[in-house]
């Protein structure tokens, strides 16, 4: 399976942006998004299973959605109300099986796509 990542960038604090995540080779069963900002361990973000059951990190919950197209083999993190401390490198992350035991753990997941790095500036 192979993930490629896109939509990063860089954004002013109190905006938005939507990363890809696209995912060849394979059905998926979970996509999940994790990010690593400089200096700092590496970090769950949100995950989202086959049947669109949804989990979030307390910091961007009820500003990050995390969505998926399963036609396109795609899923999708809509972030919004964007801060500083949002800004790091995002990873996608991908499985195939439908239900993930520990689904905030980047262990849990077989495939990761390139970062792509999200700036936010104050």
């Known amino acids: 399976v192979q993930l490629q990542a896109f939509g990063g960038g860089l954004v002013q604090a109190g905006g938005s942006l939507k990363l890809s995540c696209t995912a060849s080779g394979r059905t998926i069963g979970s996509y999940g998004w994790f990010r690593r900002a400089t200096g700092k361990e590496r970090e769950f973000v949100a995950t989202i299973r086959w049947d669109r059951n949804t989990y979030y990190a307390d910091s961007v919950k009820g500003r990050f959605t995390i969505s998926r197209d399963n036609a396109k083999n795609t899923g999708y993190l809509q972030m919004d109300s964007l801060r500083p401390e949002d800004t790091a490198v995002y990873y996608c992350?991908?499985?195939?099986?439908?239900?993930?035991?520990?689904?905030?753990?980047?262990?849990?997941?077989?495939?990761w796509g390139q970062g792509t790095k999200v700036t936010v500036s104050s």
């Open positions: 992350a991908a499985d195939s099986r439908l239900i993930l035991s520990q689904r905030a753990n980047a262990q849990a997941y077989d495939y």
